[in-house]
């Protein structure tokens, strides 16, 4: 089974789907619009992540403070890829019997502080328990900023620059006793200064990888192919590291390893002259190079522009989660 075509199943059904849904499913989080009184319109956004031991966490390995704290976050990033504001989390835990009453307590603990750290506070949930690996599922739900319209992952047009936060690949390495997929910061703050100072026109949360995110991007957008310039990557020390082991060159890692929950985004070029900073809050802005309409309906979606100037097409080296 593919995680992709199952996914194209479901968005197959969005037209059927009633007015009040602002946001149906094939973006970061869906929204719903109603009326919360007096005549108004409010809009609230809502998105579900799931953490499995042994796919995205590896419980045996991995401090319980660590575990709760991803288990937030991976549902932040997607908060902050719609330049949106948390408002509050529940959570659905599946709990192995053999899990231990203190373990059990200390990893909710670790929900609630993460929660709370991010002023999304744990309201609610429901337990489990089962002959099975921890699995933990948690609902977040948000709001617009005042005057900022939720930043879709389909507004991207021919000619936009194409820009990441933070440097990208490694994400499983340890390095100064930092992990970048268990101790990220998901880029709430960063992604609402940029949607205030130059409104990205499409944005996304890397989850899988550049190389299979953008492609997403890109799909939601139109027909559209981005070329990607080798040369601009932000490439992090700990792919560099990724790579020196792996024998592969490190921007294989910084475009496929996934887990960098950075903000990949589209703006338009007179916009990014004029309005885009080269950092926000200490987090590097870069740009990385440019969208353009697809040529034919063979051409990949991703190119990438090697020092020497040459175009390769790029498969999707990031992974997916549902499997083969
Ligand atoms: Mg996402």
Same mark, same amino acid.
């Given at each position: 089974?593919?995680?992709?075509?199952?996914?194209?199943?479901?968005?197959?059904?969005?037209?059927?789907?009633?007015?009040?849904?602002?946001?149906?499913?094939?973006?970061?989080?869906?929204?719903?619009?109603f009326?919360?009184?007096?005549?108004?319109?409010?809009?609230?956004? *809502?998105?579900?992540?799931?953490?499995?031991d042994?796919?995205?966490v590896?419980?045996?390995?991995?401090?319980?403070?660590?575990?709760?704290?991803?288990?937030?976050?991976?549902?932040?990033?997607?908060?902050?890829?719609?330049?949106?504001?948390?408002?509050?989390?529940?959570?659905?835990?599946?709990?192995?019997?053999?899990?231990?009453?203190s373990?059990?307590?200390?990893?909710?603990?670790?929900?609630?502080?993460?929660?709370?750290?991010?002023?999304?506070?744990?309201?609610?949930?429901?337990?489990?328990?089962?002959d099975?690996?921890?699995?933990?599922?948690?609902? *977040?739900?948000?709001?617009?900023?005042?005057?900022?319209a &939720? *930043?879709?992952?389909?507004?991207?047009?021919?000619?936009?620059?194409?820009?990441?936060?933070?440097?990208l690949?490694?994400?499983?390495i340890?390095?100064?006793?930092?992990?970048?997929?268990?101790?990220?910061?998901?880029?709430?703050?960063?992604?609402?200064?940029l949607?205030?100072?130059?409104? &990205?026109?499409?944005?996304?949360?890397?989850?899988d990888?550049?190389?299979?995110?953008?492609?997403?991007?890109?799909?939601?957008?139109?027909?559209?192919?981005?070329?990607?310039?080798?040369?601009?990557?932000?490439?992090?020390?700990?792919a560099? *590291?990724?790579?020196?082991?792996?024998?592969?060159?490190?921007?294989?890692?910084?475009?496929?390893?996934?887990?960098?929950?950075?903000?990949?985004?589209?703006?338009? &070029?007179?916009?990014?002259?004029?309005?885009?900073?080269?950092?926000?809050?200490?987090?590097?802005?870069?740009?990385?190079?440019?969208?353009?309409?697809?040529?034919?309906?063979?051409?990949?979606?991703?190119?990438?522009?090697?020092?020497?100037?040459?175009?390769?097409?790029?498969?999707?080296?990031?992974?997916?989660?549902?499997?083969?």
């Open positions: 089974m593919r995680e992709s075509s199952l996914l194209l199943h479901v968005y197959g059904q969005n037209a059927a789907l009633p007015a009040r849904v602002s946001l149906p499913p094939g973006d970061d989080m869906g929204a719903v619009r009326d919360p009184g007096g005549g108004g319109d409010a809009e609230v956004l *809502v998105a579900v992540d799931q953490l499995a042994g796919v995205h590896d419980v045996a390995h991995t401090s319980l403070s660590q575990v709760g704290r991803k288990a937030v976050t991976r549902n932040l990033s997607d908060v902050a890829a719609m330049a949106a504001v948390p408002l509050a989390a529940v959570v659905a835990a599946c709990l192995p019997r053999d899990f231990g009453q373990r059990a307590e200390a990893l909710f603990d670790s929900l609630r502080r993460a929660a709370a750290a991010f002023d999304c506070p744990l309201i609610g949930g429901d337990i489990a328990m089962w099975h690996p921890l699995l933990l599922s948690v609902t *977040v739900l948000a709001r617009p900023e005042p005057g900022i &939720p *930043v879709k992952r389909s507004g991207a047009a021919e000619g936009d620059l194409l820009y990441v936060t933070g440097r690949g490694g994400s499983l340890e390095l100064h006793g930092y992990t970048h997929h268990l101790d990220f910061e998901p880029r709430l703050h960063v992604a609402r200064r949607a205030a100072v130059c409104r &990205p026109s499409a944005m996304i949360d890397l989850s990888g550049m190389a299979a995110d953008l492609p997403r991007l890109l799909a939601a957008s139109g027909d559209l192919v981005a070329q990607v310039e080798l040369a601009q990557l932000p490439i992090s020390e700990a560099q *590291v990724a790579a020196a082991g792996s024998g592969r060159p490190p921007w294989q890692h910084a475009m496929g390893d996934g887990e960098d929950y950075e903000l990949l985004f589209t703006v338009d &070029p007179a916009q990014a002259r004029r309005h885009l900073p080269e950092s926000i809050e200490g987090v590097p802005v870069t740009r990385i190079g440019r969208v353009r309409k697809r040529l034919n309906p063979d051409e990949p979606p991703l190119l990438l522009m090697d020092e020497e100037g040459q175009v390769h097409p790029l498969d999707s080296t990031g992974w997916e989660h549902a499997g083969t």
